[in-house]
């Protein structure tokens, strides 16, 4: 028996990547898919790899960096399905610029679309969740939150954001039966997974590099109801990369 079976699944930057693998993994564990995405041509791409597989999902085209969008997504999805058990928040963009030249206006666009709009919709959607008894939540964060290159800094700030928040809304949620988690990817392949070289995979313990599939694993492991006594934990999901000592020769 599917345990997602007539689930509503809510899913942010479903429009492509590892948003759009999230997306087709729950349609295929027969979940009412809603995803969510700034880029309706990406979005409803989705929709259509969801239906060609006999999914089923209903899409909205959703800017999380604007607040009152974002109540309004909920809204709608309170009145056509009554309830949201499960929410991704996947929606993230990055700015890689120094820090002398990052303007205000760039690392405000950066916090408010990936922190922001990750507290936001983990509200809404948690609003809806304890009326029918929990729900589960899965925040995407990323190993910049643990680690960085240099230029990352809006980015990085974000990522640490969402782990501190993941453990802060585990603990609010709590008496609602909301199980609220953090997925930090490292390496994950969104492209020509074949154009990688041998060195980009033995970089890694695990001797690959990841794909969105390993994100969509973890996720459906997370939001399984039986795993409810998993809450306010940042699962590292990077083929142990982030365990590997370098030393230059």
């Not at 459906?220 to 365990?243: A, K």
Request: negative net charge; proline residues 4%.
């Amino acid at each position: 028996m599917k345990v997602y079976k007539g689930k509503v699944v809510v899913i942010t930057g479903a429009g492509g990547g590892i948003g759009r693998e999230l997306a087709i993994a729950y349609a295929a564990q027969d979940a009412y898919v809603v995803p969510l995405d700034i880029n309706g041509e990406g979005l409803r791409e989705t929709e259509a790899l969801i239906a060609r597989q006999g999914g089923l999902a209903a899409g909205y085209v959703l800017d999380v960096k604007q607040p009152e969008a974002i109540v309004e997504v909920f809204n709608d999805v309170k009145e056509k399905f009554g309830r949201v058990d499960v929410l991704l928040n996947n929606a993230g963009i990055g700015k890689w610029k120094s820090p002398y030249e990052l303007t205000v206006e760039e690392w405000d666009t950066v916090i408010h679309t990936n922190l922001r709009g990750t507290f936001l919709c983990a509200r809404e959607a948690a609003a809806l969740m304890r009326r029918n008894g929990g729900g589960a939540i899965v925040n995407i964060a990323s190993t910049r939150a643990l680690m960085s290159e240099p230029h990352s800094e809006a980015y990085a700030a974000t990522k640490g954001g969402i782990v501190a928040l993941t453990h802060a809304l585990a603990v609010s949620f709590a008496p609602d039966r909301i199980t609220v988690n953090a997925i930090s990817p490292g390496w994950i392949e969104t492209g020509d997974y074949s154009a990688l070289k041998p060195s980009d995979h033995e970089q890694h313990p695990a001797g690959r590099v990841g794909t969105p599939a390993d994100i969509a694993r973890a996720c459906l492991y997370l939001t399984n109801p039986d795993n409810d006594f998993v809450t306010g934990i940042n699962l590292v999901v990077d083929g142990g990369m982030t365990r590997k000592m370098i030393y230059e020769e």
